[in-house]
């Protein structure tokens, strides 16, 4: 039996792991369940799987009630507040396997005490490879934990690599390139000029995958694909030139790699991100993921393109921040984080997100060091100027 923590069990991915989960009750068992503010939902959940334990991360909710309907599904169930319960979740000895579903750089902290115990991280939230990855990248090879991709192209680009695959091995291997695919979102034959009007209600709608809000206001400005560039740079060992984003609209192709004979190995499946899930939660074994096969004959064609930096500004900028290192990263995602939520308040217009980023990314210099405590004060500090961005914006 392996025992899971499912971090961000309320979210679009925790959601999708307790489904693949669900169907294999002889295989996996819930240790632990967290949310941050829906206790409706974690209460559902909690009488389904029936945890040892539930996080509430949202410090601000009096869990008085909560605690009673907890307590009236089964007593000896554990009720725990606050983000650090995150890091006792994450590293506790009776958990096997940890889910980092967790949505932004909140998710580091959880993410982080997996890697250094040595768990199985099974790791969604690409935010903490962006704000930490050389940090986290090396918790994983001090501790010996596994650490298995889970969103879709990283989950595929793993499935198409050599088995015996380390980070860094990229010409032993015989790779040529590693081609990261994104479909370029709702608003990719829009005319640039009508960007300007998006809202949140159009660019939440992405056409092929059903995701929470925060990354698919970042499928439709790409910085989901430029987190992800930095997330296989990290995940892969390599550097910006030995990969490519490949624009494919239909999202079937979820990823592929170039080898140096011309054979190009690609991964292809439903846009369900149960197929990486099952495919982490097994490997390298592989279970029923509850997905429909792919019916060839009913996916009329699959096309490619280049993405247009002018329709992609935050592409760009991703690229650039990986390259120019240090806490460049973490200051992009911190500005991007609070830039889209205001934007989902409708305090700043769509094409506003990429201009706080720019500037963050260009006023702040690295101003304390590296390790953890560095990188968490420079996101702080990015959020400060992002925020004073959008106030300006906003007047
Ligand atoms: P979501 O918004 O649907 O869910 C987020 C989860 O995180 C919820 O359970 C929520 O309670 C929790 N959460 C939110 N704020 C929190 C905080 N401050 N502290 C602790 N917990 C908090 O998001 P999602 O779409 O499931 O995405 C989760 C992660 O997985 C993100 O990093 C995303 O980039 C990544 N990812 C998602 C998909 C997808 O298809 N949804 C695909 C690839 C990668
Ligand atoms: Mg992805």
Redesign the pocket.
């Known amino acids: 039996m392996q025992q899971v923590a499912v971090l961000?069990?309320?979210?679009?991915?925790?959601l999708n792991t307790l489904d693949v989960i669900a169907r294999h009750p002889e295989t996996y068992q819930v240790f632990a369940l967290?949310?941050?503010?829906?206790l409706t939902l974690l209460a559902k959940l909690a009488e389904q799987f029936r945890p040892r334990q539930l996080v509430v991360?949202d410090t601000s909710l009096d869990i008085r009630d909560f605690s009673q309907q907890i307590a009236s599904i089964d007593t000896s169930i554990g009720i725990f507040q606050g983000?650090e319960a995150?890091v006792d979740v994450a590293s506790a000895s009776d958990v096997d396997t940890v889910m980092a579903?967790?949505?932004?750089a909140?998710?580091l902290a959880s993410s982080l005490a997996a890697a250094e115990s040595g768990k199985k991280l099974l790791l969604?939230?690409?935010?903490s490879l962006v704000v930490a990855g050389e940090l986290l990248m090396q918790a994983v090879r001090h501790s010996g934990a596994t650490l298995l991709p889970?969103?879709?192209e990283h989950n595929a680009i793993f499935q198409c690599l050599p088995v015996d695959y380390s980070a860094g091995g990229i010409e032993q291997a015989g790779i040529a390139k590693i081609l990261l695919t994104g479909s370029g979102g709702p608003f990719r034959e829009w005319p640039i000029e009508e960007l300007v009007k998006v809202t949140p209600e159009q660019a939440c709608a992405h056409p092929n995958?059903d995701?929470?809000?925060?990354?698919s206001v970042?499928s439709a400005t790409m910085m989901?694909k430029g987190l992800e560039v930095i997330e296989a740079c990290h995940l892969f060992g390599i550097t910006t030139s030995q990969l490519e984003v490949v624009l494919h609209p239909q999202s079937i192709i979820h990823s592929m790699v170039s080898y140096v004979d011309g054979s190009v190995i690609a991964q292809l499946g439903q846009p369900d991100?149960r197929t990486p899930i099952a495919y982490g939660l097994s490997w390298p074994k592989r279970i029923d993921a509850g997905v429909e096969p792919l019916d060839f004959r009913q996916i009329a064609q699959l096309t490619f393109d280049t993405p247009d930096e002018q329709r992609y500004p935050c592409l760009k900028l991703a690229i650039e921040a990986f390259e120019a290192g240090g806490s460049a990263a973490a200051v992009l995602n911190a500005a991007n984080e609070e830039a889209v939520s205001a934007f989902l308040a409708n305090q700043i217009g769509f094409t506003q997100i990429a201009e706080v980023n720019e500037m963050a990314l260009n006023s702040l210099e690295n101003q304390f060091g590296l390790d953890i405590d560095g990188l968490i004060q420079q996101d702080l500090r990015a959020r400060e100027f992002a925020r004073s961005r959008i106030e300006r914006i906003k007047q």
């Open positions: 961000g069990a309320t979210g679009s991915i925790g967290s949310a941050h503010s829906n991360t983000p995150l579903a967790i949505v932004g909140a998710g969604a939230n690409k935010e889970i969103d879709s995958w995701m929470g809000k925060k990354i970042d989901n991100m």
